[in-house]
């Protein structure tokens, strides 16, 4: 399973949940969250978020 975490907070961007609370629905795939979307947390860009295995 891929996550993406921000490298300034650690806030983990997962596909499954997506990100309600800021427009983006659970099960919307990381190359379909908008590239002006922000980190809840940090407030940096998507191009900062890292992908990971777990």
Do not use: L, N
Not at 2 to 27: L, N, R, S
């Amino acid at each position: 399973m891929k996550i993406y975490e921000c490298i300034v907070c650690g806030f983990i961007y997962d596909e499954t949940q997506g990100d309600p609370e800021h427009g983006i629905k659970a099960g919307t795939r990381w190359a379909d969250v908008p590239e002006d979307w922000a980190c809840p947390e940090s407030g940096v860009a998507k191009a900062d978020f890292e992908m990971r295995e777990i």
